[in-house]
C-alpha cells in the first residue's frame, strides 16, 4: 500500500469522523429524543396509557356488564371479576399469580439483580400471556379472560419443606378446572398440573389442550443489542434433538418431525421453559423484536397442544433459571444444551477441554480475572509445540529470503509461473515447507474461534470485576459518545488494548517471518476489523486475546534464545549438499504444485 492510498485512507477517515462531531446533535436534543423514545417504548409495551384509557380500564375491570343470558352460560361466573394477586415464593424464586386468567403474573429471581442492581424480574405485566384455549356450548374461550378464583393469598416455603397453590376455574359447583402451582423449598423448577374435573361432557375435545405461551422478556444486562444477540427460543423433542430459532432476525417454526419435551424462552443470562415429559403434540414458537423497544430485548411465543395423561391431569413444569451450564444439567432433559458453545468442533472444544479446564480452575476459588490469565497460561503451553514449529518455519523462511531475492532478480516478475518453479526448487534443495509456519496456525484457529463463543456464554463472569473492569460479561466503557456506525456509543479500554496488542504482535511477526508487499499490511488491517467487532463484546474475552498476545510474545522472546538463524543458515546449505534421494520425500501438496507450474507454463509455451 503506497503513500497515496494511505493519504487518502486518512482522509476519509477524517471526513467520516469530522463529519459525526460537527453533525452531532446537542445534549438536550439527545435527551428529548431518548426520553420521547423511552415513553414510546412504555407504550407500545403496555406499561402506561393515557388518564382517560386509564379510567375506562379500571372501570371496566371493577365492573363489566353481564345480561342474565351470559351469566347462565358456559363458565358465566368466570366472565366478570376482581383481579387479585398471589406470591409463591422460596429461596430463589417469588412469582406472583393472577386470579385474572390463573397465569403466572411475574417473575423475580431472588438471589440476582439486573446490571444496575434492580430486582431481577424475568418477564412482568399484562402484555404476558398464558391461556388454555377451548370450546364450550358452541362457544370459544380463552382463560386468559376469565377470573379464577383462590383461598389462599400468599404462600412461602421453607427450605426443607414444598407447598402449592390452587386457583379454580369454576363451571359449577362439582364441574371445575384447577391450576395447582408446587414450590419445593429451593430451586427454580415449578410444577404445573391443570386438573379438570367433571369436564368431559362440556368441553370439546377434552382430552387435549391447546396452550399460548407469550413473554416479553425485560431488558437485564448493560447491552441490550448483545443480549439480544444470544436471546432466542430453543426448543428439545423427544429424539434429544435440540435447535433453537434465529438469534439475529423475526423468526418461527412449526415442530412436526417429532414431540417437542420443552421450550424455553432463553434471554442471554436467563431462561424460562416449559416442560412435559410426554412431550407437546403440536408445537408453533416464534421470535420477534422489536428494536424501538428499550424494555424489553425479545417478544417469544409458543402455541403448544399437550394430550391428557392416564389420570386425566395435563402435568408440566416450569424452569425458570439462570443459564449456568451445571445448574441447567443438574435438572436434566438436556436443558444445558441451549448454552451455545459454538456449531460442530468448536463445541467439542468448549464441551470436552475448555469447560473442565474452567471448571477445574474455579474450584481455587480465585477471581474469574486470575482464572482467565490461568486458564491462558495452560492453553499457551498445550500449543507451545505448534508455536515453535511455526517460528522454526518461519526462521527458515527467513533466512531462505535473499536467495530467493537472488532468484526473483533472475526470473523477473513477468513470469510468474516460471518464478513460482524456481521457488519450489529451492524449497525441495533446502528441505523447507513454505507452509510450516501456516499450518500450525490454521490448527490453531478453531481454538481461537471456540473461545469466541465461549466467554460471551459463560455465566460465571456475570456482574465478576476485575482491575478497572466492573463486569468481565460485558465491555468496558473508557469513553462514551454519540453513536457511531461499526463503533457504536463507545470505545473498550480493554478491546483497545487488545488491538493495540495485536498490532505490535503483528509489527514483531513480520520481521520474523520477512513478510514484505501487501502481505506486511494486510495484518494490520485485521486487528482494526477487530476493534469495530469486538468493541461491544465482553470484557472479559478481549482481555483473553490481550493475555494469548503478550504470552505469545512471551513465548517468541524464549524461542528465540533456541532458534540460530546462522545454525538454520548451515543446515540448509548442508540439505542443498544431499543428492536427491537421500532427501525427504517431498509432500503430496509440493508434488501437486509442482505439476500444476508444469501444466501453466506448457499452456502459457503453447499461447505464444
Not at 477445574?360 to 515453535?388: C, D, E, H, M, R
Not at 519450489?424 to 533446502?430: C, M
Not at 498476545?549 to 538463524?565: E, K
Amino acid at each position: 500500500m503506497d503513500r497515496n492510498s494511505f493519504t487518502g485512507l486518512f482522509l476519509i477517515m477524517l471526513i467520516i469522523f469530522g463529519s459525526f462531531y460537527l453533525l452531532k446533535p446537542s445534549k438536550q436534543e439527545i435527551k428529548k429524543e431518548q426520553e420521547k423514545q423511552h415513553i414510546d417504548s412504555l407504550k407500545k409495551a403496555g406499561k402506561i396509557v393515557t388518564p382517560v384509557a386509564t379510567a375506562k380500564a379500571d372501570t371496566s375491570k371493577a365492573a363489566v356488564k353481564l345480561d342474565s343470558a351470559q351469566l347462565k352460560g358456559a363458565f358465566g361466573s368466570a366472565l366478570a371479576g376482581t383481579e387479585k394477586f398471589i406470591t409463591l415464593e422460596n429461596k430463589d424464586l417469588r412469582l406472583k399469580l393472577t386470579t385474572h386468567g390463573g397465569r403466572i403474573y411475574s417473575v423475580e429471581l431472588k438471589n440476582f439483580k439486573t446490571f444496575d442492581g434492580k430486582p431481577l424480574i424475568l418477564f412482568d405485566g399484562a402484555q404476558n400471556s398464558f391461556g388454555v384455549s377451548f370450546a364450550a356450548e358452541n362457544k370459544n374461550f380463552d382463560t386468559n379472560n376469565l377470573y379464577f378464583t383462590s383461598a389462599t393469598t400468599g404462600l412461602t416455603v421453607a427450605d426443607k419443606d414444598s407447598g402449592s397453590v390452587t386457583l379454580r376455574l369454576n363451571y359449577s359447583a362439582t364441574q371445575y378446572v384447577d391450576y395447582v402451582y408446587t414450590l419445593n423449598g429451593t430451586g427454580y423448577k415449578v410444577g404445573f398440573t391443570i386438573k379438570p374435573t367433571g369436564l368431559d361432557n362440556v368441553v370439546a375435545n377434552s382430552n387435549t389442550l391447546n396452550i399460548n405461551w407469550t413473554a416479553y422478556l425485560q431488558k437485564q444486562e448493560k447491552d441490550m443489542e448483545l443480549e439480544r444477540r444470544y436471546s432466542t427460543v430453543y426448543y428439545k423433542t423427544l429424539n434429544d434433538n435440540v435447535d433453537y430459532l434465529s438469534e439475529n432476525k423475526d423468526d418461527q417454526k412449526d415442530i412436526t418431525d417429532s414431540k417437542a419435551q420443552w421450550v424455553s424462552f432463553k434471554a442471554h443470562f436467563f431462561s424460562g421453559v416449559i416442560l412435559a415429559n410426554n412431550g407437546f403434540a403440536k408445537t408453533n414458537i416464534s421470535v420477534a423484536t422489536d428494536t424501538s423497544d428499550h424494555v424489553n430485548i425479545k417478544q417469544m411465543k409458543a402455541d403448544l397442544q399437550l394430550a391428557k395423561s392416564a389420570d386425566g391431569t395435563f402435568p408440566m413444569s416450569f424452569y425458570f433459571e439462570p443459564n449456568q451450564f451445571h445448574m441447567l444439567q443438574a435438572e436434566g432433559y438436556g436443558l444445558e444444551k441451549q448454552i451455545n458453545l459454538g456449531p460442530g468442533p468448536l463445541k467439542l472444544i468448549n464441551r470436552f477441554a475448555t469447560l473442565p479446564v474452567f471448571d477445574f480452575l474455579k474450584q481455587f476459588n480465585w477471581n474469574y480475572g486470575l482464572i482467565i490469565l490461568a486458564l491462558t497460561v495452560i492453553l499457551k503451553l498445550v500449543l507451545s509445540p505448534l508455536t515453535y514449529k511455526s517460528y522454526l518455519s518461519m526462521a527458515k523462511m527467513r533466512v531462505l529470503k535473499p536467495e530467493m531475492d537472488e532468484i526473483k532478480a533472475k526470473v523477473g516478475e513477468d513470469n510468474p509461473t516460471l518464478l513460482q518453479q524456481e521457488y519450489l526448487k529451492l524449497y525441495k534443495k533446502a528441505g523447507v515447507n513454505p507452509l510450516g509456519g501456516c499450518l500450525p496456525l490454521l490448527i490453531q484457529m478453531p481454538i481461537v474461534f471456540a473461545f469466541f463463543r465461549f466467554f460471551p456464554s459463560l455465566f460465571e463472569l456475570r456482574g465478576q470485576s476485575f482491575l478497572w473492569m466492573h463486569d468481565l460479561s460485558t465491555y468496558d466503557a473508557v469513553i462514551t459518545f454519540p453513536h457511531i456506525p461499526f463503533i457504536g456509543d463507545h470505545l473498550s479500554l480493554m478491546c483497545l488494548l487488545m488491538t493495540i496488542s495485536t498490532l505490535i504482535y503483528t509489527y514483531f511477526n513480520n520481521q520474523i517471518s520477512g513478510a514484505t508487499g501487501q502481505m506486511k499490511y494486510i495484518g494490520y488491517i485485521t486487528p482494526v476489523i477487530f476493534l469495530a467487532t469486538l468493541n461491544s463484546y465482553p470484557a472479559g474475552l478481549n482481555y483473553y486475546y490481550f493475555l494469548a498476545n503478550m504470552l505469545t510474545f512471551l513465548q517468541q522472546y524464549l524461542i528465540r534464545f533456541m532458534v540460530d538463524d546462522k545454525k538454520i543458515h548451515a543446515q540448509i546449505q548442508e540439505n542443498k549438499k544431499k543428492p536427491e534421494d537421500a532427501k525427504k520425500k517431498k509432500s503430496g501438496f509440493q508434488a501437486r504444485m509442482e505439476d500444476m507450474m508444469k501444466q501453466k507454463q506448457l499452456a502459457d509455451t503453447k499461447k505464444k
